[in-house]
Every structure is written in structure tokens, then in C-alpha cells.
């Protein structure tokens, strides 16, 4: 693929990903009283860093943050958080992009990226905010709290974006989600 086209398909690729991501933002299946939800908005951004790669994987994703910051409509408690919970936690996903051609170690190091930054958010600027009981369980620490709240939702979502992951590899999507369709 010549150079220049490449480039603008990988741009072209990008706006419509993230905008998919956006609109599946709009669409969870559920959502966590202090943020957080599953959808399968990280899909498009993990498929387009699966496609294209590292360096074009963090800009979509730090595009991406930026938008979620913007509608996400999420809760924030300062621009400490505005910048943890939403451009940091959604700019990691294109981690993503450092395995290219391997959507399912792709989507776990990103979710687990993701769930890392909103696990130390949750535990620092989020902490005075800590239940007394979570889960019918007396919360001692706030890095307990933010463990079991963040994977409460974020686990459920890695594990929804690798099944749908898994349903498309065994159609013909599987070379868009693997990226092998552009080196033909």
C-alpha cells in the first residue's frame, strides 16, 4: 500500500473507530454509581491499535479521551480526576497498539492498563468518598474499595470485548480485526 494512502486510510479508519466508540459509549449495558460502565466502547480504539500499530493507536486513543472527557457526562471531583479518569485511563488504551496482529493479548493489556490508572484515581483523589461497606464488605483502606469497585465493571468489560473478539475471529471479520487485510 503506497504511503500516502496508507496514511489516509489509517486516518479515515480512525475518525469512523472513534466515532463508533463514542456511540457504544452512549449504549452500556451497565453503569456504576461513581462511574464507570460496561459497554463495548473500547472495541473500536482496540481494533484500530491492533491494525495499525503503537503510534497511530495513541493518537486515536488520546482523541478518543479527549471525547469521552467531553460527553462522557462521567463524575469527576476536580481536574485531577478529569485528567486520571478520562485522559490518561482512556489514552492508555493504545497500549493496544504494541501488539499488533494480536487482538486478545492487545484488549487484555489494555483493560488492564485502563483498570490501573482508574485503581490508583480511585485509591488517591477518590478515597475520601470510600464506603463504609461495599460488596457486604467493611472497607478498611481505599485500595481494597478502588480494586473491587473498578474491576466490578472493568473485568466485565474485558471480558465482553474479548468475547465479542472472540464471535468475530471466526468470521471473515477476523482479517479487519487482525489487521492482515492491509498488507494485501
Known amino acids: 500500500m503506497q504511503t500516502s494512502h496508507a496514511k489516509l486510510r489509517a486516518l479515515t479508519e480512525g475518525a469512523i473507530l472513534i466515532a463508533l466508540a463514542e456511540i457504544l459509549s452512549f449504549l452500556p449495558l451497565y453503569k456504576m454509581p461513581w462511574g464507570g460502565s460496561v459497554d463495548l466502547a473500547m472495541l473500536p480504539i482496540i481494533v484500530f491499535c491492533v491494525r495499525w ?29 478529569i485528567l486520571g479518569d478520562f485522559v490518561i485511563a482512556y489514552t492508555v488504551l493504545g497500549l493496544a497498539g504494541l501488539f499488533k496482529g494480536k487482538f486478545y493479548l492487545a484488549t487484555v493489556v489494555a483493560c488492564v492498563a485502563r483498570f490501573l490508572v482508574h485503581y490508583v484515581v ?34 466485565v468489560d474485558m471480558l465482553a470485548i474479548l468475547l465479542v473478539g472472540f464471535i468475530l475471529m471466526k468470521t471473515p471479520a477476523k482479517k479487519y480485526l487482525l489487521g492482515t487485510d492491509l498488507a494485501a
Open 53 to 81: 500499530g503503537f503510534g497511530p493507536g495513541m493518537i486515536v486513543a488520546f482523541a478518543h479521551s479527549l471525547l469521552q472527557t467531553m460527553f462522557e457526562g462521567g463524575i469527576a471531583i476536580g481536574w485531577q480526576s
Open 122 to 155: 480511585g485509591a488517591t483523589i477518590w478515597a475520601e468518598y470510600m464506603p463504609e461497606t461495599f460488596f457486604n464488605m467493611t472497607m478498611t483502606t481505599p485500595w481494597i474499595y478502588s480494586a473491587l469497585y473498578n474491576a466490578a465493571y472493568m473485568l
